[in-house]
């Protein structure tokens, strides 16, 4: 009402389900705040993520997107989400030299949040690829003259409805929004939560199977009141170590992929990397036959973000299966990711609908419809093409 212009907009209204508060999630709303920020200026946008479903999320950021295309979406705990854009153009990266401002300094520590990679951690993805993820919900943007939210958010605060989707990409199983997106980043060093955030909880996940395998238990993290993933790691160790006759591979497997799943997507490749490479090349290892051995391949290949090894390995894998489990769906997956990290969206298309089979009924649900979005959406494949 001022009539002024500023450098940052942050919009945190209450819920959209109270009384008129759904107008402040649509598309003209944005599009006025823009005419209130200055050029380059900043749109902060706050979300929940509890009782609601990903059909409303979607049509909220679809309103977004239509005054502000560009974002990056980050979760600062698991049941809300930020979405940070800038006018006329992209949001760009963090500079670093905010972090050390004095008057930042008590919230920061505070929320653990001192550097940058805390910082980044907490990006899911940009709209480079959520935009076409979200568009296959097929939610009409949220209008004053289609008020879709403010229909739905009753219902879904009725039903207790959780959009989980956002945080289960964070948790895949494999590093496929680091490779194909960019905006998450793997954690370097063991630290402590910043928040409980999926991505936060499985980073911790990793340390813990880290320390098991290498004896440094940085940290400890107890799993249903008895086991703990460091046992996981423990276990790891000594397989590729003791070559015991009581194991078989097969039994062995569904362990590598536990560790493979927290491992490699959560910490980064240099972290990650050496416990590969070390079991690649041990002697229990070389003693497998080729058809096995190839699934330490596989692994070692997602652990170095090797595109072109996870594509190759990850489709002869999956070919020689009959049978889907977790080991199947983690080949395919890495597979796919590898083929669109490569700009191979064809390949990657024509895989997914001759491979379907790997995956069970229901499992990997989140990470297929990402993938899928990529693989079908021209822009997309193209924004996903970092690894050639």
């Known amino acids: 009402r001022g009539r002024k212009r500023y450098d940052i907009i942050v919009s945190e209204p209450s819920n959209p389900w109270v009384s008129g508060v759904a107008s402040l999630f649509t598309e003209e709303f944005y599009r006025r ?26 049509s909220i950021i679809g309103a977004f997107q239509k005054t502000f295309p560009q974002f990056v979406a980050y979760m600062p705990n698991d049941g809300d989400i930020v979405l940070i854009a800038r006018k006329n153009g992209a949001p760009g990266a963090v500079d670093p030299a905010v972090l050390a401002l004095p008057g930042l300094q008590p919230i920061l520590k505070k929320t653990r949040l001192t550097d940058l990679e805390a910082l980044r951690r907490h990006a899911v993805a940009s ?16 209008s004053d003259f289609f008020p879709l939210v403010d229909y739905r958010t009753s219902k879904t605060r009725f039903t207790g409805a959780r959009a989980s989707e956002l945080g289960e990409l964070l948790a895949a199983g494999l590093p496929m929004v680091e490779m194909l997106d960019g905006e998450f980043v793997p954690t370097s060093t063991p630290r402590p939560l910043s928040s409980a955030t999926p991505g936060s909880v499985a980073a911790m996940n990793g340390w813990t199977v880290l320390g098991g395998i290498t004896g440094r238990s940085e940290v400890r993290r107890r799993v249903n009141g008895e086991r703990t993933e460091e046992d996981a790691g423990r276990t790891f160790r000594l397989w590729g170590s003791a070559c015991s006759p009581d194991w078989t591979f097969d039994d062995v497997l569904p362990l590598m992929v536990r560790v493979a799943e927290v491992v490699n997507t959560q910490l980064d490749s240099r972290s990650s990397r050496p416990i590969w490479d070390d079991m690649v090349g041990s002697r229990c290892a070389r003693a497998l036959p080729p058809a096995e051995h190839r699934w ?31 080991q199947t769906e983690y080949a395919f997956l890495a597979a796919v990711t590898g083929m669109l990290c490569r700009g191979e969206s064809q390949r990657a298309r024509e895989f997914m609908d001759k491979s379907i089979k790997a995956l069970r009924r229901g499992q990997r649900a989140t990470q297929l419809r990402y993938l899928d979005a990529i693989a079908t959406d021209p822009a997309a494949s193209a924004a996903a093409a970092r690894c050639r």
Do not use: C
């Open 33 to 58: 705040a823009a005419l209130y920020l200055n050029d380059g200026g900043v749109m902060s946008q706050w979300l929940h993520l509890y009782e609601i479903d990903t059909e409303t999320v979607a």
């Open 296 to 326: 330490l391949e596989l692994f070692q290949a997602v652990a170095a973000r090797d595109a072109d090894r996870m594509a190759t390995l990850g489709e002869a894998l999956v070919s020689n299966v009959s049978t889907a489990g977790p």
């Open 127 to 142: 709209s480079n690829t959520l935009k076409p993820m979200l568009a296959t919900y097929r939610a009409p943007a949220n």
